[in-house]
């Protein structure tokens, strides 16, 4: 009996109250027609109801892959448990599910993406839950907000605080997934599936293990099918005996606005002459500072916004080969890449599955991580996961959590100010107008990364933005090194309101940083 079947047959077989779990980064792997066939039969027929969907990394972007908006709909969507939510700019509207999430019509949760992998080996092997310190003292753990981010996911927690071999750790029960929808490039008639035209494995291969495991249903979107014994058993990632059904969609994307890029899924090696530098400006000195902390042979992961820059500045400096980057969609070393296809890489050296990356991340074995910040806080906390007042401009944690439970060296970059006006000359850096509010506030809104718990076990944590370089010192922030051109009393200590002091033996920072050429740097 064929397993092809169309979208609509597929999402036929998904019963009222399932859990549904989803592979999926944003565009990248996002088996989007699978998810509009489920919101298309709900308009039709008023079913499935109230299904509960897992999306260890985001479904869907905000760019024309709706994911989980298509099924973001009042009775057909009672839970969602993700590790990112699709996220862009104000001047776009706000996706359907934030809206859902925002009005409490849903109860919605923010899980680090590493611990909902990790669940589903956990559901697949029968142990009794993840149990895991990633997340203490943050927003994931039950003493603030427990991964809740409404109300009606507040009265219904999903992870609980024990003790355990005399230490104290987080206990998140197992969730069984009754459906996985999953995305490949090319399944054979038997539904083994290769991966050749994507840009990262992501963790299919784990929740179709995790939902056949419990007798469930797995669908497979593809863009095509070859015949069955055809596919060179090496390159099948996930076989057929754990897929049900198998869905074509020929003009799947590759990622958001990219249908198709072979060097993205490795298949071609793009010239490193090919790659753009960072433009001149002050992130690009805000990365260039960043980039000071690395040294040659190191292995470094990465995350979205300033701190995406860093591998350019190595590529300008001519040390592109230097360091391998690792990031939580799978890729190692190559060009990450920004913009759109941020999650992917040109030139990589290997893609690792999700699950297995974040093992890596969680055991803190990369040597540091550049990630970006929204807020700081006194006790040097960090959100980068919540935004009141705009929350679809944030996608919530992702891997943030996970890369920062137990890494050793962390640099931070971000805006000191919102809003000011800044004048960079090759002599200094200039604040012509003050900012709109400070980053630098009393308590972040949202818990992400503390600040005083990394201290504690002794990480090295730098918090680097135009103005200066902070470390977290006994009694608050200390910068510890100041920008050419920039005051320390009026540009840092008056514009934080006082809550960002000047260590006494504060260094200034190289003009070379401000250069519109090479700076210069040794790695």
């Known amino acids: ?10 999402v036929a077989r ?16 996002c088996p989007d027609v699978v998810l509009q066939a489920l919101g298309e039969r709900f308009d039709a027929e008023g079913a499935p109801r109230n299904l509960t969907t897992i999306h ?28 990112s939510y699709p996220s862009g700019p104000s001047s776009l509207p706000m996706p359907a599910i934030w809206q859902m999430v925002v009005d409490d019509r849903v109860a919605a949760y923010n899980v680090p993406s590493g611990i909902l992998f990790d669940m589903h080996r956990d559901v697949a092997a029968r142990r009794p839950g993840v149990l895991t310190q990633v997340g203490l003292e943050t927003f994931v753990d039950p003493i603030r907000e427990g991964c809740a981010m409404n109300d ?15 230490d104290t750790w987080l206990h998140f029960p197992n969730i069984v997934p009754d459906v996985a929808i999953i995305r490949a490039t090319t399944a054979d008639e038997n539904g083994n599936l290769t991966y050749e035209h994507e840009g990262a494995y992501l963790g299919g291969l784990d929740q179709a293990i995790a939902t056949r495991n419990y007798g469930g249903l797995v669908i497979a979107q593809v863009k095509r099918v070859t015949a069955a014994g055809s596919l060179r058993p090496h390159d099948v990632h996930v076989p057929g ?3 049900d059904l198998i869905v074509i969609a020929p003009d799947q994307k590759q990622t958001t606005e990219t249908p198709y890029d072979p060097a993205i899924s490795g298949e071609v090696m793009r010239p490193w002459s090919s790659f753009t530098f960072a433009d001149h400006g002050v992130e690009k000195i805000i990365a260039r500072r960043a980039a000071m902390e690395l040294s040659r042979g190191q292995t470094a992961n990465l995350g979205f916004g300033i701190s995406a820059m860093v591998p350019r500045i190595l590529l300008e400096e001519g040390a592109h080969d230097a360091v391998t980057w690792a990031i939580e969609q799978g890729a190692v070393g190559g060009m990450p890449l920004t913009g759109f296809a941020f999650g992917c890489a040109s030139n990589a050296d290997a893609f690792v599955p999700s699950p297995n990356q974040f093992a890596y991340f969680q055991g ?41 439970a137990h890494a050793k060296k962390i640099v931070f970059s971000g805006y000191f100010e919102a809003g000011a006006q800044l004048e960079l000359t090759n002599q200094g850096l200039h604040v012509t107008k003050p900012g709109k509010f400070t980053k630098m506030v009393d308590a972040v809104e949202h818990v992400t990364f503390a600040g005083r718990r990394a201290k504690a076990r002794m990480a090295d944590v730098l918090y680097v933005t135009e103005r200066c370089v902070m470390r977290l010192g006994d009694n608050g922030l200390v910068a510890h090194e100041i920008m050419p051109g920039i005051d320390p009393q009026r540009d840092i200590v008056k514009a934080s309101e006082g809550r960002v002091s000047i260590a006494e033996d504060a260094a200034t920072m190289p003009l070379s940083l401000l250069r519109d050429a090479k700076m210069g740097l040794q790695i």
């Not at 892959?65 to 973001?72: C, L, P, S, Y």
């Open 56 to 83: 260890p990394i985001a479904a869907g972007d905000m760019y024309g892959v709706k994911g989980v908006d298509h099924i973001a709909k009042d009775g057909l969507l009672a839970r969602i448990i993700g590790g």
């Open 1 to 10: 009996m064929s397993k092809i079947v169309s979208a609509s047959d597929a």
């Open 14 to 29: 998904i019963k009222d109250d399932a859990v549904v779990t989803v592979s999926s980064s944003s565009a990248l792997g």
């Open 152 to 166: 009606s996911a507040a009265k219904a927690p999903i992870v609980h605080r024990t003790e355990f071999a005399g």
């Open 364 to 404: 803190g074995g990369f040597d540091v991580s550049f990630l970006s910040f929204m807020e700081v806080d006194v006790d040097g906390n960090v959100n980068v996961s919540k935004l009141g007042k705009k929350p679809y401009l944030t996608a919530g944690c992702g891997g943030f959590v996970d890369i920062t």
């Open 241 to 243: 005996h754990l897929v």
